[in-house]
Structures are given as C-alpha cells and as structure tokens.
T-cell receptor, first 113, second 112 residues
Framework: TQLLEQSPQFLSIQEGENLTVYCNSSSVFSSLQWYRQEPGEGPVLRVTVGTGGEVKKLKRLTFQFGDARKDSSLHITAAQPGDTGLYLCAGDRSGGSNYKLTFGKGTLLTVNP | SAVISQKPSRDICQRGTSLTIQCQVDSQVTMMFWYRQQPGQSLTLIATANQGSEATYESGFVIDKFPISRPNLTFSTLTVSNMSPEDSSIYLC?????????FGSGTRLTVV
C-alpha cells in the first residue's frame, strides 16, 4: 500500500497551460516537501509546507498543505518547457525525530513548446 | 543547505562484482540516507546511516548485499555486492533533517 498517493503519474501539456499535481494520504504528516528532479541529477527541494492550510508561492508555482495535514497540491500557472521534470512529494511523519521521508510515486511532467 | 558530492556518476559492472559508491557532504550531518531509483520513478529507501553505529535497513534490503560505512559526520559509502542485472538502477545518497533534504546527483549503475 502506497502511503502517499501522487497523481497524475504522467502529464504532457503545452506551454502556457496550467496544471495541478496532487499528493494524498490517509495519514497525518508533520510536513510535506516537494522536490523536482531533472535527468542525471538528484531531487532538489522546492518547498516544505508544515502548517495545516499553509499556502506557499514561488513565482508561478503554488503549494498547498491540507487543513488536516494529509494532503498537498502543487499548481503551476502558465507552464514553461523549463518546468519539465519529475516532481516528487515526500512526507515526514516523525516530526523530524528520525528524519525518514515517505515519497510519492512521482509525476513526470513534460511541457512542450 | 548542505552540498553533496557523489561518485561515481555512472558505471557499467560485470555481474558478480561489487561497486562502492561514495558521498561527501560539505558540512556535518547527523543522518545520511541511501536510496534506489528506477529512471523516471520514485525513490525507495535502502537504509539510514548514522555515524558510529550500524546502518538501519528497510524491508527487502540486507547488510550483506548493501554494506554501508559511515566513518564520520561528512562521509558515507554504499557497496552493492555480488551484483546481478536486477541491481541496475540509480543509487542516491541524501542528507538533512526535518524540513528539507539534499541529494547527491546519483550513480547510474548498469550490471551486464
């Protein structure tokens, strides 16, 4: 059983379109983190959300943490080819005590010019 | 945040041999983690490496197959032993705590 359900698994869109990636769980997380990974590189942290209902914006990216701390979403406005990559959500259930993350299955995003 | 140098970046190995992957962190970190990843897919945690103690392995991974060293707070190695084609994958190390983690750039291993 996947603790963190991430959807969609694959997404191919045209430049300028909007998109949302979802990360859902039946478990409560202390925090949820979003990473982006490009081919040949390791995942790079984009944002951490740690408060229920929290919304963080990074330019065209909006990250939201559910009120119940069980789900999160990533919304990209006016996607660009440079947004292409593997997006991974990861949850921390320990409150930082054992530092172990649970990863979703990932969303492979392709933005076509 | 910490910067991690991981090497080798890729290797092609004969079955039955072993490969040691190294990760050097530019600052002291308590915990380091080793993951395995198929291209375009998510990460599977192999083990957690704590300095001065034995690594803690996840279900499905054993020390004889994936021995880990953690001699100090800035360095760790993962060895993939007695390799078979099924071990072909990307191996990543990670360090950090709480609210964010840094990853190495990965080692793409192909076993032939």
């Amino acid at each position: 059983t996947q603790l963190l359900e991430q959807s969609p698994q694959f997404l191919s869109i045209q430049e300028g379109e909007n998109l949302t990636v979802y990360c859902n769980s039946s478990s409560v997380f202390s925090s949820l983190q979003w990473y982006r990974q490009e081919p040949g590189e390791g995942p790079v942290l984009r944002v951490t959300v740690g408060t229920g209902g929290e919304v963080k914006k990074l330019k065209r990216l909006t990250f939201q943490f559910g009120d119940a701390r069980k789900d999160s979403s990533l919304h990209i406005t006016a996607a660009q080819p440079g947004d292409t990559g593997l997006y991974l959500c990861a949850g921390d259930r320990s409150g930082g005590s054992n530092y172990k993350l649970t990863f979703g299955k990932g969303t492979l995003l392709t933005v076509n010019p | 945040s910490a910067v991690i140098s991981q090497k080798p970046s890729r290797d092609i190995c004969q079955r039955g041999t072993s490969l040691t992957i190294q990760c050097q962190v530019d600052s002291q970190v308590t915990m380091m983690f080793w993951y395995r990843q198929q291209p375009g897919q998510s990460l599977t945690l192999i083990a957690t490496a704590n300095q001065g103690s034995e690594a803690t392995y996840e279900s499905g991974f054993v020390i004889d197959k994936f021995p880990i060293s953690r001699p100090n707070l800035t360095f760790s190695t993962l060895t993939v032993s007695n390799m078979s084609p099924e071990d072909s994958s990307i191996y990543l190390c990670s360090a950090g705590q709480g609210y964010g983690y840094t990853f190495g750039s990965g080692t793409r291993l192909t076993v032939v």
